[in-house]
Each structure stands twice: as structure tokens, then as C-alpha cells.
């Protein structure tokens, strides 16, 4: 752990039992919306801590809020809690016991950072207004937090501002990432299924090869990127999954290609889905085939308030020091669900680096050997603790 961050004393006295309850939940991950024994252990935590907890938002989120004093003051903290399907070989003596299910990307040190920071805010937090914890499901492709939005977490608690991070393996730990707008790409996924004309594999002339047509699609969508977006834009397009066939002498009636599609502009995402459409359909239209599209819009681009950033990047200045602040952080080309809740709120979200080496959480995020580091679990929880005590401070000029 960096000597240099003062880490909140209460929180480091805790840092066992911290620990304790993020090896927990990586021991026990649960995929999207399906979270129920975590939600249900995560709200047995917060209601011993004395908060008034909320359950079933987006089905499986949790809600606590604490209230102090008479401030009119509403802060959110948001962590997410599911897992991904991947099979761990991280060979951790808490790793998984729920085979083919992993928390590869950190969610159980999230859940428990935010858990950390609620028990030493209900014990020890000096503030002036109402306290959020969000604890989301389906993080990871399923938009729970737009799940959330819409059975109405904002209308149930109200919040002046809102706020999460994710831990970043390659930054070292406890450097904080962040820039004010665009921060993350946008996240679609497509579909596009090939229809030809199988046949025997000696008589391609009386048949319509959806190899050949899928492979014709997949080249051409690389012109898109290349020749019909601005250069000085952002823009990605990725076939990560083409079949086609199963065996050499059949030719193939039909393929299948997923896509991945990101850009940072509104405008950029909106051109990429009207040319991979069109793109699609007339080359496999000039091949004798037709195709079936299933164009699903996921995550918008994450858009980080400017008031909000400068907020919490004052508040890291504060607690932690100038160089406790990537000055070279960039935009990222990942996404994450935190956008709806964004743009239904004013807010800011941050990194947090997670260690530069192979050891603890070295590895690429959704990786069956990765693991959330838990010497970034005081820092993440006394970032929240600051945060809170800054935003609901009524001596605190406020954002």
C-alpha cells in the first residue's frame, strides 16, 4: 500500500474484517440479475450498520440511506455487484466456489469498498444531509442501472450528485484517473446472421455460400471506420464472433457474425449503425444472400459532469495529494452502465489504479486470472469517506 495516502485511520483499523468481506463475495459471485444472495448478504451489512435499506430496485439492488441533521443535501455512492461467466484459474484459496462464474473485473472489491466506507460514515462520518449507497446488479451488459433508473431510483432517492469508480490493474494503486466529459465509449452489440443456399461442396454454383458472403461482410466493415468517419473521431468496430459451416465438403446456409461497436460521439453511433445496416444488406444482396440484423443499443457514452469532476479531483487534491492524480489519463475506449445513471443525474466517475504488475490484478479486467488487489480497498473506501464528508459539508462551498 502507498505510504504517501493518508488512509483514514478508522478505516484502516477495520482492514481485516475489510478484506475478510471482499474474499467473500469473490468466493460467491453471482451473474447479472442474479445476484440474490449477494444482495441479501449486502443488505444484512448495511441494516447492522443502522441503515434504512431498500431491496428489489432493478430486481436485485440494493438501496441504503442514511440521514443526518437538516441539510436538504442528497449524495449518491454507487458500486456494482455481479460477476462475469468466465472460469477462474486464479487458484486463490477464496477463489469461486459457484464453478464457471468469477468476479474477473472487480465488482466484489466495489461492493466492498462502498460496504467498508458505509460502516466507519455510520460510526464515525461527520456530515449534514442524506446519504445514498446504490448497489447495482448487471453492471456487465445487461444496463441494471438504467434497470434501476426505471423502477425509479432517482424519483425514491434523490440525489444532487452521483458518484462511482473502477479499479484500473496497469495504473499503480491508488492513482486516480479522471477527465470532465466524454470519458468512456459508447457500447452497442450487433447480430447479423448471413441467409444463403447450402448444398454439397463440389457444386458451389448451385448454392449461395454465407461463408463467403459473411466473410465479404467482414471485410467491408473495415472500410467504415477507415473512410466514413472523421478521422479526428473515435470510432470501433470489432467481429468478435463469425461462424459459419461444420464441415469442409457442406456448404454453409447460413453464418453468424456479433459485433462490437463504440464510439465516443452521439453522432459517430448513430452514423455507425445506418453504414454497418446498409454495408451488410448490400453486400450480401450483390452475393444472392440476405441478412437479418439484430442492432442492439447498449450503454451510451459515459459524460462526466464538469462540475462534479472538479468537485471530486478538489476533493482527491485535498485528501490525498497532487500526485495522487493521473496527469496523463486519457479517454477509454471501455464502457460502463454508470452512463444512464449520468445522465439522469449530475455526477463523476474515477479510476482507481489497481497495481502495475502481474500480481494481484496485473492481469487485463475479465481475465480468468484476475484478481481486485485488496491493498486498494482503504484507499477506495477513505476516497467515498472524504467525498461524503466534502459534498454534505454545508461549510463546503458545494458544486
Known sequence: MPTQLPLIPGILEKNDENIAMRHHLHAHPEL????????????????????????????????????????????????????????????????????????????????????????????QGRFDGTLNLIFQPAEEGLGGARKMIEDGLFERFPCDGVFAFHNWPGLPVGKFGVLPGIFMSSSDTVFITVNGRGGHGAMPHDCVDAAVVAAHIVVALQTIVARNIDPREMAVITVGNLKAGSISNVIAETAQLDLSVRAYAPEVRALLRDRIITLAEQQAGALGATVDIDYRWRYPALKNDPGMTQFAVDTIREAFGEEALNPEQRTLTGSEDFSFMLEACPGCYVIIGNGETTDHGGSCLHNSRYDFNDQLLPVAASYWVYLTEKFLNPAVSQC
Open 32 to 123: 447479472a440479475f442474479q445476484e440474490h444472495d449477494t444482495s441479501v448478504w449486502v443488505a444484512e451489512k448495511l441494516r447492522s450498520y443502522g441503515y434504512d435499506v431498500h431491496c428489489g430496485l432493478g430486481g436485485t439492488g440494493v438501496v441504503a440511506q442514511l440521514k443526518r441533521g437538516d441539510s436538504p443535501r442528497r449524495l449518491g455512492l454507487r458500486a456494482d455487484m455481479d460477476a462475469l461467466p468466465i472460469l477462474e484459474e486464479t487458484g486463490l484459496p477464496y477463489a469461486s466456489t459457484h464453478t464457471g462464474k468469477m468476479h474477473a473485473c472487480g465488482h466484489d472489491g466495489h461492493t466492498a469498498s462502498l460496504l467498508s466506507a458505509a460502516r466507519y460514515l455510520a460510526d
